[in-house]
């Protein structure tokens, strides 16, 4: 029987998908050991803050982050912080040198040791475990942070592709693929507890079973797509060299696998894609793009692009601005970076760094067009009916808001609905629900619509 701790514990995630399922790991381990678990970290007396350091932006976030925890540590009000994730795996001993505030610091292979990490600074010890990231654990029971009907079910982790600009290698480690009958027993344990959408990330998804024998995201796919009850599989994070006619035909005709991909190119000229080390070029990626509309009706296309790279020139920034919103080649959803320098990468090393401002510039260009291209698409939505998965209702404007195939959580728009008059003498949809939403306008590129 679980002794009941009193001690109040709050996880605060940042950074990306992969980031939130080592937090979740993390929270049903401190949740079986009996600790309150808070959302609030300004209400509890444990805060383990899960930090992400992909780009400076992240690392200053994080940073202000266990600032916060010190001055509320100062004040009374939190009593120990412990710091993991990215930052903590990267800047292991800084981190602990830097903040004599922080009472635990762990490296990603030692997330497992959560609760040995807590019952330690509860006793007024320093818990610093600096382990080797090849023994990082993504296995185990997950206490869900996300909305109930959807999960994030992650394939693998680390990478191989060694971007020249990315540090992720260095500290996430070569890409590990995860046993598939692990995935596949986890998928079935989240939809038998109500997930309907599983979304599959790593730092490369398509890669997925490189590393196993016998493995491959096609199989994988293959298999996921027999779970009953499972409605929707998402795919995040897909390289494009990576993407096989096997992997396309599997896309097209499992009803499963929703029609949207998200697919980071960071960009088209031939010149900085070599010096990014990424294999390909602009005409492979317009052979691609071409391919894949042609083959996948309906299909929904997301990237990211990255801006200001070293010696990026402006008729090559000019390019890439054009690519990303050609009718041959545009995007519906698209995300953009300006480069960061991080230590450690060839990037950073190289000549002709680019003015931060400049690189700001060129980003907010592309963002600007980016909506231009996202109103377009939205309104090619209008008239057309879609099933929806509720989220949400907001009691004050009075409509649902929801989303379809073409949207995936926390990063794309909304579908704000009312009901039609024929339904609203029924019970009111619930979150998770799927309901058939007519689309009947464009709001700030948010869709509108009626649920039928």
Not at 200 to 227: F, R
Not at 237 to 251: A, K
Request: with cysteine.
């Amino acid at each position: 029987m679980i002794k009941i701790n009193t001690s109040r514990v709050a996880v605060v995630s940042l950074g990306c998908p992969k980031n939130q399922c080592d937090a979740e790991l993390m929270l049903a381990k401190i949740a079986k050991a009996g600790y309150r678990l808070v959302v609030e970290p300004g209400t509890a007396d444990v805060v383990i803050i899960n930090t992400c350091c992909f780009i400076q932006s992240a690392k200053e976030e994080a940073i202000e982050e266990i600032l916060e925890a010190a001055s509320r540590k100062k004040d009374g009000i939190n009593k120990k912080i412990i710091v993991t994730g990215c930052l903590a795996e990267r800047y292991k001993q800084q981190v602990a040198e830097e903040f004599p505030e922080v009472d635990g610091v762990l490296a990603l292979s030692d997330n497992a040791n959560i609760v040995e990490a807590i019952n330690t600074v509860l006793l007024d010890k320093r818990a610093m475990l600096f382990g080797d990231i090849e023994n990082h654990c993504m296995e185990g029971e997950r206490l869900l942070s996300t909305m109930p009907h959807y999960a994030y079910l992650r394939v693998a982790d680390g990478c191989d592709n060694r971007c020249s600009y990315c540090a992720i290698p260095l500290f996430r480690g070569k890409y590990r693929s995860r046993p598939i009958e692990n995935i596949i027993e986890e998928a079935k344990n989240l939809v038998e507890n109500g997930v309907r959408e599983l979304i599959l990330v790593a730092q490369d998804v398509t890669n997925y079973g490189k590393d196993a024998t016998g493995s491959s995201l096609t199989i994988l796919l293959k298999q996921l797509t027999k779970i009953d009850k499972l409605k929707w599989i998402r795919l995040l994070y897909c390289y494009p060299q990576h993407i096989t006619d096997e992997l396309i035909e599997v896309i097209k005709s499992e009803q499963k696998i929703v029609k949207y991909l998200d697919i980071p190119i960071q960009h088209c000229s031939d010149d900085v894609l070599s010096a990014m080390n990424r294999t390909g070029t602009k005409q492979m990626l317009t052979d691609l793009i071409i391919r894949l509309r042609k083959s996948i009706p309906g299909l929904v296309l997301r990237t990211t692009v990255l801006v200001g790279f070293p010696g990026e020139t402006e008729e090559q920034f000019t390019e890439l601005a054009e690519f990303v919103h050609s009718k041959e080649t545009r995007f519906d959803y698209l995300g953009c970076f300006a480069y960061s320098e991080e230590e450690g990468t060839a990037a950073a090393e190289m000549p002709d760094q680019i003015d931060p401002a400049e690189r700001e510039r060129r980003q907010k260009i592309i963002l600007e067009q980016q909506d231009i291209r996202v109103a377009e698409f939205v309104n090619t939505l209008i008239g057309n009916e879609h099933e929806v998965v509720v989220e949400g209702f907001d009691k004050y404007a009075e409509f649902f808001f929801g989303r379809f195939y073409g949207q995936a959580p926390e990063i794309d728009s909304m579908i704000y609905f009312t009901l039609s008059e024929s339904v609203k003498s029924r019970a009111k949809p619930v979150i998770g629900q799927f309901v058939k939403v007519e689309i009947t306008d464009n709001l700030d590129n948010n869709l509108v619509g009626v649920m039928l």
